[in-house]
């Protein structure tokens, strides 16, 4: 079982980032965490010097979410999009594209909670759209389910460094 | 940028491909040389080289005859780069949530919400802790201000 606090961050397929994180905490608790603005200003900040002057969750399948966060230093960054799923207090799946994306189109991120002895494992699933997928430039049939992992990636890092 | 971070992520989501990737860190190789620990067919290690070509990760030296493949690094610090402040975010996120789920699990506990599990009532965590007794959200946000956290 993984434990508390260890985040793991993985690519799965080509459009994929999966990331997984184990709460000291009943679900119910997570999910309102997830999409109460008022609790979500107080922890969705990233590193320090993040606030989160904007917050807005219509929490129904439709509804729209709006995030802006701004630094100390005055820069902004604003991020939004549409619940498209919502089975409470276990999944919400909703569209996001940051004001100023820095992919193409739109992603789609999806919150899967499950609990088991009072903790909770989080896997936040967030999917690209991606051009080269789109044009089925790979098809190759191995892709599927093949996760790159970070640490792979770290590994060859490290070894090309070694050179 | 976007796009050649797709192409990079997809190009690095095979292993042949990875394998390849581990073998050019060693040194510059032909396509003979590369399919050589593979059993595939030089027109498959050929496909996967022009993935890897299309993400920027290998690029071909002009010796006429042999065009060895050699490494490139830059879409690869770029792909490491992006993961590594995607995780720094929700790390440090996520840190905070776990403060913060201690909060509301103690709140939750002292308005009796909670059956069995407030047989803890000795709980460190409930020391000093909200004197009130409802667990609204207006609550716990206002019990917290911006510079609590690290």
């Not at chain 1, 498209?84 to 739109?106: M, Q």
Request: hydrophobic letters at 40%; charged letters at 25%.
């Amino acid at each position: 079982m993984t434990e508390a606090g260890a985040l793991k961050l993985t690519t799965r397929g080509d459009r994929e980032i999966v990331m997984t994180r184990v709460f000291d905490a009943p679900r119910a608790l997570v999910f309102k965490a997830f999409t109460t603005p008022e609790l979500v200003k107080q922890w969705l900040l990233g590193p320090p010097g993040w606030s989160m002057p904007v917050c807005e969750i219509d929490l129904r399948v439709g509804g729209r979410y709006r995030y802006v966060w701004r630094h100390t230093h005055g820069n902004e960054m604003g991020m939004g999009g549409v619940y498209r799923e919502i089975v409470a207090p276990e999944k919400v799946v909703a569209t996001e594209k940051f004001d100023e994306s820095w992919y193409p189109g739109e992603a789609v991120g999806t919150i899967l909670l499950i609990e088991q002895g009072g903790r909770t494992t989080l896997t936040q699933t967030v999917l690209y759209e991606s051009r080269e997928a789109r044009d089925g430039v790979l098809k190759s049939p191995m892709e599927s389910g093949v996760a790159a992992g970070y640490d792979r990636l770290a590994t060859l890092l490290a070894s090309m460094k070694a050179q | 940028m976007s796009a050649h971070l797709d192409a990079t992520f997809a190009a690095l989501a095979d292993p042949t491909r990875r394998a390849i990737l581990a073998r050019l860190a060693i040194g510059e190789a032909s396509v003979l040389e590369l399919a050589k620990p593979f059993a595939m067919s030089q027109p498959a290690i050929s496909k996967h080289l022009k993935v890897l070509e299309r993400a920027g990760l290998i690029s071909r030296g002009q010796q006429a005859q042999r065009r060895p493949r050699r490494l490139d690094a830059r879409p690869l610090a770029d792909a490491t780069r992006w993961l590594e402040q995607y995780r720094q975010f929700w790390e440090a996120s996520f840190q905070r949530l776990d403060a913060l789920l201690d909060q509301m699990k103690t709140l939750q506990k002292k308005s009796g919400h909670e059956g069995p599990q407030t047989t803890r009532a000795a709980d460190p965590r409930a020391k000093g802790g909200k004197r009130r007794r409802s667990s609204t959200d207006e609550n716990i946000s206002s019990t917290r201000r911006k510079g609590d956290y690290p």
